[in-house]
C-alpha cells in the first residue's frame, strides 16, 4: 500500500480584485509583511510523528509573508513573496500585480531551485464580485496542474487581526491530487484567513492548513534565516501503525509493519523508494534479501507518506530486517528492525 500527500499549493495564492490599480489589491512596498497563526493538521492515519505537535496532534506556529523586493525573470520585474517559517524560507512566489490583477510567474523553492510555470497563474483576477470564476491549467515541473476557483460572495469573518468583509474564495484541485480551498480575501489587506485541506483519491482528508491574518499589513524587517541542513532529503521511522511511536522491534503475529516517511527540501517529482530487506533471516533467505519495494512521487518539498507490508499467512519469520529509503536512487535513510517469535 502506498499513500502518498499529492498537492500542489502556491502558497501566497491570493483571489480577484476589485480595482485595477495595484495598491488596491495588495500593498507592494518592498518589506511589507503578513503575519499568520498557523495550524497544521493530519486526517487519521495519515499523521507522521511531529515533535512540534501537542496533544492533539496539532502543529501551531506563526508564519510570515513578505515582500522581499523584486526580481527581473524574462524581461519582467516581478514581486519575491517569500514566506518564513521557523527561520527557514520555505517558499517564494514571483507575482506580478498589474491591471489585470495579481499573477505567479514561477516560484523558488527551499533549496533555491527556479521553477517556472508551465503558464502565469491568475491568483487575482479584476474585477472581483460574486459568481466570478477562473482556472488554471499547467505544467508545472513536469507536473499537470489542474485548479478551478470560484467567489462564492462577501461574507464578515472575524480573525485576530479584527473583523473583516471580506471575499470567500472556494477553490478546487484535481491534478495532481484532490485539494479543496477555501480563502477569504479583502481588497487592500490580503488575505485574512486561508484552510487547505489535501485529500486522498478516495477522498480521505490528509493534511488540512489553517492561516489567520494576527494583525494588519505593515513594514517589517526582514525574520533571521538560519541555515539550511542539505544532509538530510528525508526522515523515516518503522511502526505497528499509520500513526504513533516508533518502534523497532516486532512479533511474528504482527498484522502489518508500516514504514512512515516526510520530506524535506525535496524537488518537484523526486523519486522516493522503499526497499524492505530481511538481513539475516536463515530460514528463508540469503543475507540482504529483498522482501518487497514500492516507490511513490514527492510532489511538494514537505511531501510525506506510508509504506505497510502485509503479514505473510503462516506469519512473520524472526530475524533482523531493515527498510532503506531512498530519494531519487540515492539512499538517505536506513531504519533497522528485529521480528521475533
Not at 96 to 109: F, K, S
Not at 147 to 170: C, D, L, M, T
Not at 223 to 241: F, R, Y
Not at 286 to 299: G, M
Amino acid at each position: 500500500m502506498i499513500v502518498a500527500r499529492k498537492i500542489f499549493l502556491l502558497l501566497f495564492a491570493l483571489s480577484p480584485i476589485s480595482s485595477g490599480k495595484a495598491g488596491d489589491i495588495i500593498p507592494t512596498t518592498k518589506g511589507m509583511a503578513w503575519k499568520y497563526n498557523l495550524i497544521e493538521e493530519a486526517g487519521e492515519g495519515f499523521r507522521l510523528s511531529d515533535p512540534q505537535s501537542d496533544s492533539a496532534g496539532k502543529v501551531r506556529t506563526t508564519v510570515v509573508y513578505r515582500i522581499n523586493g523584486t526580481r527581473e525573470l524574462d524581461g519582467k520585474k516581478l514581486l519575491e513573496f517569500e514566506m518564513h517559517r521557523a527561520g527557514r524560507i520555505t517558499n517564494t512566489d514571483l507575482m506580478a500585480v498589474d491591471e489585470l490583477g495579481l499573477a505567479c510567474w514561477a516560484r523558488v523553492n527551499e533549496n533555491g531551485e527556479l521553477i517556472k510555470l508551465g503558464a502565469p497563474q491568475t491568483m487575482v483576477a479584476s474585477p472581483l464580485q460574486a459568481g466570478s470564476a477562473w482556472v488554471f491549467n499547467a505544467d508545472v515541473a513536469q507536473t499537470k496542474v489542474e485548479q478551478a476557483y470560484r467567489v462564492a460572495g462577501e461574507e464578515e469573518i472575524v480573525v485576530p487581526a479584527g473583523k473583516f468583509k471580506a471575499f470567500h474564495i472556494h477553490g478546487q484541485q484535481s491534478a495532481p491530487g484532490p485539494m479543496i480551498i477555501d480563502r477569504w480575501f479583502v481588497p487592500g489587506v490580503g488575505i485574512v484567513k486561508d484552510v487547505t485541506e489535501t485529500r486522498s483519491d478516495a477522498g480521505e482528508m490528509l493534511r488540512r492548513i489553517s492561516l489567520e491574518l494576527t494583525e494588519p499589513p505593515k513594514i517589517a524587517p526582514r525574520p533571521e534565516i538560519k541555515p539550511l541542513d542539505q544532509a538530510k532529503k528525508l526522515s523515516a521511522l518503522v511502526s505497528t501503525a499509520p500513526v504513533g511511536d516508533a518502534t523497532g522491534k516486532f512479533t511474528s503475529a504482527t498484522p502489518k509493519i508500516y514504514a512512515r516517511w516526510h520530506g524535506q527540501g525535496l524537488r518537484p517529482g523526486a523519486v522516493v523508494r522503499c526497499v524492505w530487506i530481511a538481513e539475516r533471516v536463515d530460514e528463508i533467505a540469503p543475507p540482504d534479501y529483498i522482501v518487497d519495494e514500492s516507490t511513490t512521487t514527492a510532489t511538494a518539498p514537505d511531501s510525506y507518506g506510508l509504506f505497510a507490508l502485509m503479514r505473510p499467512k503462516d506469519g512473520w519469520k524472526s530475524g533482523d530486517y531493515r527498510v532503506e529509503f531512498s530519494v531519487d536512487d540515492e539512499v538517505i535513510e536506513k531504519v533497522k528492525l528485529k521480528i521475533e517469535k
